[in-house]
């Protein structure tokens, strides 16, 4: 039964409302401020209770926000003037004129109460909606690596940021032998639908990088996949490579598909961009992905990271590599140096997903 708050200044109009109301609805009386403490679904208001009790309506309006708290103004048309007509829908949501046909009051009554249900029915549908998404964000950040391979030579670690609770931004690693492929990915889009996609496109290129090359891997991928890429109108860019132990330093065969946010940072200093090796998966095919390949020696760095990283919700700008790195102490372990990065780069909550993936060239 709906609860309706009785905020009537005038004894006996509160009186027989009161007795008129409920027939239908739970009511109470409000004769004191702490009436206001326990919960209503509707006020129903005069001119002397919202003088008496403006401040207790507006903080029990506040106080269930986003859910909508409806109060009932009853006033006489004549009384209602331009500056008290601005006062009353600071706090009011509908008004109704005296003398009141009870026909007109119950409409009133029941329309408010209606649209009470509905916010309080969305609230609830809201909150649902919220702990699926976190729970799904906990399965998205579960599927992604936790350990690094332990490689000889080489120091591996990755994060992935969400801008909402869910990504399209992915990282992946699987080691074999004295190798590990490893995969950055970035969705067209943010939130849930990006993040199918990328579970999707996860999947298939772990179904296939451990027994093929990252060239002909991606093409696999790219023939898998490009229907329903087509049918989503979506695309994902990858950097999709294998990096293995060499004598000395480490040898990396890589392809960039669109990704195009890939550079090693020498251990001099200098700041080496990788090449693309073809379009987006999802686009057409215009050639097999082209493998490129570079060689890490001891003490150099490879950065792998999606836009979200180096982009701002109040710029298109583009960070550069050497700001992004600058002043970083190298001699940190990769897990430090991925921490750092993150902590400049996003001094504010990401616009985009963001994620890095570093790979150290060790001892």
Request: proline share 6%; hydrophobic share 45%; aromatic share 6%.
């Amino acid at each position: 039964m709906s609860r309706v708050l009785v905020v009537l200044g005038h004894a006996e109009n509160r009186r027989l409302l009161a007795d008129w109301l409920s027939a239908h609805y739970e009511v109470r009386l409000a004769e004191h401020p702490e009436a206001f403490d326990e919960p209503f679904d509707l006020g129903i208001v005069d001119w002397l209770g919202l003088e008496r009790y403006g401040p207790r309506i507006e903080a029990a309006k506040r106080s269930v926000q986003p859910i909508y708290l409806p109060f009932l103004l009853v006033t006489h048309r004549q009384g209602l003037g331009p500056g008290s007509a601005r006062q009353a829908w600071e706090r009011v949501d509908e008004l109704i004129y005296t003398p009141v046909e009870k026909i007109e009051l119950g409409a009133r009554v029941e329309m408010l109460l209606r649209a009470r249900e509905l916010s309080l029915l969305n609230a609830a549908l809201r909150q649902k909606l919220e702990l699926e998404l976190a729970r799904a964000g906990e399965v998205q950040a579960a599927l992604l690596p936790r350990c690094a391979p332990a490689l000889r030579g080489i120091d591996l670690a990755a994060r992935c940021i969400p801008a909402r609770e869910v990504s399209g931004d992915f990282f992946d690693w699987q080691s074999n032998d004295e190798a590990v492929t490893m995969t950055v990915g970035d969705v067209m889009g943010k939130g849930m639908p990006a993040a199918l996609l990328a579970a999707t496109v996860r999947a298939a290129l772990r179904t296939v990088a451990r027994h093929h090359d990252p060239g002909a891997a991606l093409d696999l991928v790219r023939e898998s996949l490009s229907g329903d890429l087509e049918h989503t109108s979506s695309f994902a860019t990858l950097f999709h490579a294998r990096v293995a132990c060499a004598n000395p330093g480490a040898s990396v065969r890589y392809v960039d598909a669109g990704h195009g946010h890939a550079f090693v940072r020498t251990r001099e200093g200098d700041i080496l961009r990788l090449a693309r090796g073809g379009r987006p998966v999802g686009f057409p095919a215009a050639a097999p992905y082209r493998e490129s390949t570079l060689t890490l020696r001891e003490g150099d760095v490879l950065f792998v990271h999606s836009d979200g990283l180096v982009e701002t919700a109040e710029t298109t700008a583009v960070t550069a590599p050497a700001e992004l790195v600058a002043g970083l102490d190298m001699a940190c372990p990769a897990a430090r140096i991925v921490e750092e990065v993150l902590d400049r780069a996003l001094r504010r909550p990401p616009f985009d997903d963001a994620t890095i993936l570093v790979v150290k060239c060790a001892a």
